[in-house]
């Protein structure tokens, strides 16, 4: 009975797991990889980015209705919780910030705030999501370099230039970083070979890096402990559930993990009903996902997960495009995506723990990339300096401080250009020759605000001497401020005493 309810309740389909269970044993092979260097990545625990794909994918795919999407843990969000952790002190402590985030997405769902990402300019999120994926790419550098410790790399002692070559030059691993090279180069190149492009690249990455790390024992390029995962191995039950963490509840009243929970919240929403977008774009049949919906189950999905110790999730388009080639057709493929996961970590823990951690890197090299590529550059120049700017000014913004001022200082930048193009927006201006003089014509546009009040004026005042007769028409207009209004009486004023005619077409005051 519970079966047949539970069967209900997801809408399981028999005649799409022919499809589904395929599609799903691909992204498990793809966010396998990614949940592990994602984690890597955030500061946490290598256990809690395994979890979280877990529950991104039996908890959140049970209650969304998107047909395709897949959760887990973002790179989106490694800058924030890697931020979080070290700034709250102690993991736990980030964990009850993850569930506050939960409910806060889950009384966004609630409230139907699914249309929130409308309201932020795009120039502010791609330049958020470039700017995530440089420091995704500078934080990765040092284990792709095979750099068992981090070095300062001081210019002091009069040795100059010479003594930061010499440091980086003796702190590199020459067989991580030979790995990682590898690997670049399979991500690459591997998609692009029809015959072998089914088979996932991040797949082939790890069983490289398993292959070389053996391949090197006993060499100059053998791997220290250290530049592997580390994944829990467990041996009963009990083990198992000592791997999980609780949150510090106790700091409820911490500021500092409202804050986070506030930060997470957001970027979080933002980055999902944007994945959401671009998947259901791509999806064959065109269907279309409910946002609140989705932000009900993602609020579901990161309370679940920071209660047991794991990461916030999002999302993702990176494993939701895997589902979408590789033939998924219904939810039925992420569930079991997460499935596949927790098998993993129970079964093959210490085939995990042979991973070098310079291949994951290799992966998230990519990943940034992806986020950050020049060609996202070109493309936002080419759309003009509004969006440029904004866009740029939020990458340094984020990459020199951190993501919330960066993102704050993005909007501010954006709003600029907004009510820029709105001031020069608010009317339409020509002159008509006449036989002996020129004829002005301003139009208003519909809306017309005090914002608009300064080039108003500023046209009026600015009208060459041949004009002799102005015409300001406001029929079209819908609301026009009441300094607007002002600023045209006055200058009717101004224009009599200097021999000029005005004519004035519905121009009042009119309410919004």
């Known amino acids: 009975m519970f079966g047949t309810r539970m069967s209900a309740f997801l809408k399981l389909s028999k005649r799409d797991l022919k499809y589904d269970v395929p599609a799903s044993v691909v992204v498990f092979l793809v966010a396998l990889p990614l949940c592990l260097g994602i984690a890597m990545a955030s500061g946490a625990p290598l256990f809690a980015g395994l979890l979280t794909g877990v529950i991104g994918g039996v908890v959140v795919s049970s209650i969304s209705k998107s047909p395709l999407s897949v959760s887990g843990p973002a790179a989106g969000l490694t800058v924030i919780v890697l931020g979080a952790i070290q700034s709250l002190g102690a993991y736990e402590t980030f964990l009850l910030a993850v569930v506050i985030a939960g409910v806060l997405q889950l009384i966004l769902g609630i409230v139907k705030a699914g249309m929130i990402g409308n309201y932020f300019p795009s120039s502010v999120i791609v330049g958020m999501l470039a700017a ?8 990765q550098i040092p284990l792709a370099l095979g750099m068992l410790e981090t070095h300062a790399f001081e210019l002091d002692n009069g040795h100059g230039i010479g003594a930061f070559t010499d440091t980086l030059v003796s702190s590199i691993g020459p067989g991580a970083l030979i790995i990682c090279i590898l ?22 990455v790890v069983a490289l890096g398993i292959g070389l790390s053996f391949a090197f024992n006993g060499t100059a390029f053998q791997l220290a402990e250290s530049q592997f995962v580390l994944v829990p191995i467990v041996n009963s039950f009990a083990e198992f559930t000592g791997l999980f963490t609780l949150p510090d509840f106790t700091q409820i009243i911490n500021k500092e993990v409202w804050i986070v929970a506030f930060t997470i919240a957001i970027i979080a929403s933002l980055e999902t009903l944007l994945s959401i977008e671009a998947v259901d774009k791509i999806d064959p049949f065109k ?5 609140n919906r989705e932000l009900i189950a993602q609020g579901v999905g990161n309370i679940t997960s920071g209660l047991l110790g794991g990461l916030p999730m999002t999302s993702v388009i990176v494993r939701s495009s895997a589902n979408v080639n590789a033939g998924g057709r219904t939810r039925q493929s992420a569930l079991l995506h997460g499935m596949w996961l927790l098998l993993a970590i129970l079964i093959i823990p210490n085939v995990l723990n042979f991973i070098p951690l310079s291949c994951l890197a290799a ?21 003009g300096l509004d969006q440029f700017i904004p866009f740029f000014a939020t990458i340094v913004a984020i990459v020199f401080t951190d993501l919330l001022m960066g993102v704050g200082i993005g909007l501010v930048v954006a709003t600029f250009y907004i009510l820029k193009a709105n001031m020069q927006n608010a009317f339409k201006f020509d002159i008509v020759k006449q036989n002996d003089y020129d004829k002005a014509v301003i139009t208003l546009a519909e809306e017309v605000s005090f914002l608009n009040k300064a080039p108003i004026q500023q046209k009026l005042y600015s009208l060459p001497k041949s004009v002799g007769l102005i015409v300001i028409n406001g029929t079209g207009s819908k609301f026009i401020d009441k300094d607007v209004i002002e600023v045209i009486k006055d200058f009717e004023q101004n224009a009599l005493t200097k021999g000029k005619r005005i004519e004035l077409t519905d121009i009042e005051y009119k309410k919004k």
Do not use: E, H
């Open 132 to 139: 995530i994926g440089i420091t995704i790419i500078l934080k």
């Open 183 to 204: 690997s670049l180069i399979v991500l690459i190149y591997w998609p692009s070979i029809p015959k072998l492009k089914s088979i996932p690249a991040p797949l082939i």
């Open 287 to 291: 269907r279309n996902t409910p946002t």
């Open 363 to 383: 992966i998230l090299l990519q990943t940034g990339y992806k986020l950050a590529k020049p060609a996202l550059f070109t493309s936002m120049y080419k759309k």
